[in-house]
């Protein structure tokens, strides 16, 4: 997984949320705090491993539902509930992923040696889940597993798709569109992975 | 005062308790041995509710069953500004919603029980169903969202939010997750940060 992965719309993860992903089977979550930085970081706290997207964000922190461990941005350990005078080591921390946002998406890499790609604004369409393959769908769709992004052409215009591999047969596709027409491109889009999903099922 | 049987860890009583709350109706509860001890199958019970299912909801006189209708009762009764049961061209979609909270979402509840309690039953089918209902869900509030809109239906929040949250925010009890639904994780924020709101566990209150 060394390459840049777009895995959400930025839409989806507004400032104080958490939001779950599934990508390549690996349980990944993203948060938001108050400085707007997109965290994203593996979904398993170090304390008992409790998810930690059902956790909550306060200010730049996440806390973990568990005992409440809270985590800062740069994914280290603040602060432990049951020990409140403890000053906690810097080896206690999350495990994080490099993390960017571009293109109106929420990109992740395990290996940041490569630099994250730069694409202009692009307006959001909407996160579809898709029951089947990514070899499958990116074939019908026209793109190519090596590429984090397809171009699909749309009502004379380009629809850009971020996908990503949750496993073997789910795809998750994360459109966004300049000058779409937002109802009709989501419209479009269902209509494909009812077909594409009839196929795999097929 | 009105009286809920309940069963805390009932997702259907959950709804009850839920709008109790947000309508800040004082209530008093009468706790129901669900499991192990299956009280609701019991004569007792079964004179109250003939199908032997939580919640019942006594007001006034009223013996009422089932979920739905009962937060339709309190609505209807206690909530004066008519914003939670809207009586104009709301109304049949918010019925819509109720019945598919208490119908095709009710999934949820059959996975969960097989999953917690060991019920009988066949959990990936259930499952199955249980996704069809959260995407079909999704794409609804997708949409609603594409619109501006924050609800299931309308401008505000109705008995129709307060069906659908307890057993879509109990799903991973199911073994189901919300990876796959985006507007599903951004309502259930927002049904979260209601004045009034309570969990129950497995729905920490922590908005
Ligand atoms: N239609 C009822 C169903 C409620 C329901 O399924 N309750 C469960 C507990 S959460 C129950 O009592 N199950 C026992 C049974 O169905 O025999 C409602 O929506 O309130
Ligand atoms: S598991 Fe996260 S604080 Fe204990």
Redesign the interface.
Same mark, same amino acid.
Do not use: V
């Given at each position: 997984m060394a390459d840049w992965i777009p895995i959400a719309l930025s839409r989806d993860v507004p400032v104080g949320i958490t939001r779950a992903v599934i990508v390549d089977t690996r349980e990944v979550m993203i948060w938001r705090g108050e400085d707007g930085v997109a965290q994203v970081w593996e979904d398993r706290c170090p304390h008992r491993g409790m998810r930690l997207s059902l956790g909550f964000v306060r200010g730049n922190a996440l806390n973990c539902l568990y005992h409440g461990w809270q985590y800062g941005a740069g994914a280290n350990c603040l602060r432990i509930p049951a020990h409140p005078d403890l000053t906690v080591p810097p080896t206690i921390r999350a495990n994080a992923y490099a993390a960017t946002e571009t293109g109106g998406m929420v990109w992740m890499s395990s290996d940041s040696a490569d630099p994250p790609p730069l694409l202009p604004a692009l307006t959001p369409v909407i996160t579809l889940a898709i029951e089947a393959a990514p070899e499958r769908v990116l074939a019908a769709l026209g793109g190519s597993t090596a590429e984090p992004l397809i171009g699909l052409p749309f009502a004379g215009g380009t629809l850009q798709l971020g996908w990503h591999r949750a496993h073997a047969a789910k795809t998750m596709l994360h459109a966004t569109g300049a000058g779409a027409d937002i109802a009709a491109a989501t419209a479009h889009l269902r209509a494909l992975r009812q077909s594409l999903e009839q196929e795999a099922a097929a | 005062m009105p009286k809920l049987y309940d069963y805390v860890l009932s997702g259907s009583c959950y709804k009850v308790r839920l709008l109790l709350s947000l309508l800040g109706i004082a209530y008093e509860t009468q706790a129901v041995d669900f499991f192990p001890g299956r009280e609701h199958k019991r004569p007792e019970f079964l004179a109250l509710n003939p199908l032997g299912q939580l919640p019942v909801f006594e007001d006034a006189g009223l013996v009422l069953r089932d979920a739905q209708a009962i937060l339709c009762h309190l609505a209807n009764t206690y909530d004066a500004s008519g914003q939670w049961l809207p009586r104009d061209v709301r109304f049949g979609s918010v019925m819509m919603w109720l019945s598919f909270a208490g119908g095709e979402l009710m999934a949820i509840s059959g996975a969960r029980m097989i999953a917690m309690l060991n019920y009988a039953g066949d959990l990936a089918a259930l499952q199955a169903k249980a996704r069809a209902a959260l !995407?079909l869900l999704d @794409?609804h509030l /997708? @949409?609603r969202a594409?619109a501006g809109g924050l609800w299931l239906v309308g401008a505000t929040p109705t008995i129709a939010d307060i069906a659908m949250f307890p057993y879509v925010a109990l799903s +991973?009890d199911a073994g189901i997750? +919300?990876? @796959? $639904?985006? /507007?599903i994780?951004?309502w259930q !924020?927002q049904v979260r940060k209601l004045p009034g709101f309570v969990g129950m566990p497995g729905v920490?209150d $922590?908005?």
């Open positions: - | !995407r @794409d /997708a @949409d594409q +991973h997750g +919300h990876e @796959d $639904y985006p /507007a994780n951004l !924020r920490p $922590y908005f």
